[in-house]
């Protein structure tokens, strides 16, 4: 087989009426009865690269567990490739974003590695689906599954989670590589306007209470040019990496993890709850490279926390802090760069060899401060144990930093402004929707200035007060914007025009 379903357990939104409101989880109960009448018989299937690693296998973790809590039938699936094929998906990763990556090609050879792999997906995906179904593909590494869905009588939508605020050359690039797959397909989802390819106009939508709100993110093309939807992602605020914790489960977490000093003789409890509610215990430690002991429990953490991924700059974050402490030399703060275990994901080849030179520059660093800064491998034997580590680190940072070059949105900003830290991140991409410079976070204008970073750590740590007003405003701001309550609404509301176009032969 070279598709897997992932199982997914079904769960209810009750909980959320206590963030959101009532009307608002009635509402999303009210659009789910609408589209079960809709979609009687028939499934919504997702699809995507990797069940684990990344925030689009998160999402839909979170998403579909509430939607199959509503009785609609939705189903996850993963397909599989070799090292070729998922080379040229990351390389049209790095090129939707702006950027050249290793500048291998994208030419003919490249498609049809590409088309060779999309074939034998196709083929275990077909004996799924059936007519009238409609599948939500991911990213590019999905994109050549479109025409076979169609084909079937399988409405296709096509999901993108990463773009570019400016085209350049790379990403007209990846455009130009990927548009022919993208021609058949019912819509095209992005996160942010700036990230659709050029020519989409706006739709005309009419004038009803839907044809109001579909306005504000619908786009219809040519006859060739499927609609486009703008529709931003969410966090659950209930998964293993989101739930309260307490500061004793905190610190039993990352001291039994390795993350911050444990003193022999102290008994810990590193336990937590997992999503179906059963009580669990971490029992896998982080792989860490330091010089010296682990940060005292007390000590202000500086954290960043994504995948290893030339685009988040882990190396540039670390230059930032080694020029932060070079200027406050009595600066208690460490900083922890963490990430999944670099072999872990199966959809991104370049990790070993972005941790590889993250690890040859840290190694140049004078020793007092190579001993402030700790390289953390995340252990993924378990994906929930995986999560509550990040969520514990999370917590007990000082500051949460995503000092990326380039990002399509940036799930672990929403997570630390969730969690109430002060958030420093770059002005790019997604972030910029999430952060409003000086209310509830604070943004580079330049991810690359080493010295503008260090003059931002050194202003908020020296005024806590300021670090918890940034932070319960940036919790605000995810309760009115980036739960799944929102982000479920939206994809009704999309399935909903799709459905009408539908039935009405368009």
Request: include cysteine; hydrophobic fraction near 40%; aromatic fraction near 6%.
């Amino acid at each position: 087989m070279h598709v897997s379903e992932v199982e997914i357990e079904a769960r209810d939104l009750s909980p959320f009426a206590a963030l959101v409101g009532p009307e608002k989880v009635a509402e999303l109960r009210g659009a789910a009865a609408q589209l079960r009448e809709q979609m009687a018989g028939r499934v919504i299937w997702n699809v995507n690269s990797t069940a684990t690693g990344g925030g689009v296998a998160e999402m839909l973790r979170g998403l579909l567990s509430y939607v199959r809590g509503m009785e609609v039938d939705a189903r996850w699936l993963v397909i599989s490739g070799d090292q070729d094929f998922f080379h040229v998906t990351k390389r049209l990763h790095h090129s939707l974003h702006g950027s050249p990556g290793d500048g291998s090609p994208l030419g003919e050879t490249e498609h049809n590695m590409y088309d060779a792999t999309t074939s034998r997906n196709a083929e275990d995906l077909l004996s799924l689906v059936q007519p009238g179904d409609v599948a939500i593909l991911h990213d590019p590494q999905t994109a050549g599954l479109i025409e076979p869905c169609t084909r079937k009588g399988v409405t296709a939508i096509w999901r993108s989670h990463i773009g570019s605020d400016h085209a350049n050359e790379q990403t007209e690039l990846g455009w130009a590589f990927l548009r022919p797959y993208l021609a058949d397909a019912a819509a095209v989802i992005v996160t942010r306007e700036a990230y659709l390819p050029s020519g989409y106009t706006i739709a005309r939508t009419g004038g009803s209470l839907l044809g109001r709100v579909m306005g504000r993110f619908f786009r219809r093309g040519s006859p060739r040019q499927p609609n486009a939807l703008i529709i931003p992602p969410s966090i659950d605020p209930f998964s293993a990496k989101n739930q309260d914790l307490s500061h004793e489960a905190i610190c039993d977490i990352l001291m039994y993890a390795g993350i911050i000093e444990h003193h022999d003789g102290e008994e810990l409890a590193p336990v937590y709850t997992r999503e179906d509610g059963s009580p669990a215990r971490v029992n896998h430690r982080a792989d860490v490279m330091r010089l010296g002991p682990p940060p005292p429990a007390d000590a202000p953490l500086v954290v960043q926390v994504s995948r290893w991924d030339p685009l988040k700059d882990m190396n540039g974050v670390m230059r930032g802090f080694a020029e932060y402490l070079h200027n406050a030399q009595q600066s208690p703060a460490h900083l922890v760069l963490a990430g999944p275990s670099v072999k872990s994901i199966v959809d991104d080849p370049e990790q070993p060899g972005t941790m590889d030179g993250l690890i040859e520059e840290w190694r140049e660093l004078p020793h007092g401060i190579r001993g402030r800064i700790h390289l953390v491998n995340l252990p993924m034997a378990d994906v929930e144990e995986n999560a509550v580590i990040v969520n514990a680190l999370q917590r007990h940072a000082a500051i949460v930093v995503q000092k990326s070059l380039q990002e399509g949105f940036g799930l672990t900003v929403t997570e630390a402004m969730w969690k109430a830290r002060p958030v420093v991140a770059s002005r790019v991409g997604g972030i910029q929707d999430q952060v409003k410079h000086g209310d509830n976070g604070r943004l580079l204008n330049d991810p690359r200035d080493a010295a503008e970073f260090a003059a931002t750590l050194a202003d908020l740590l020296s005024h806590p007060e300021e670090m918890d007003r940034l932070g319960q405003r940036a919790r605000q701001t995810v309760i009115e914007r980036y739960l799944p309550t929102r982000h479920l609404m939206d994809y009704a509301r999309c399935l909903a025009m799709v459905n009408g176009h539908r039935r009405n032969g368009a």
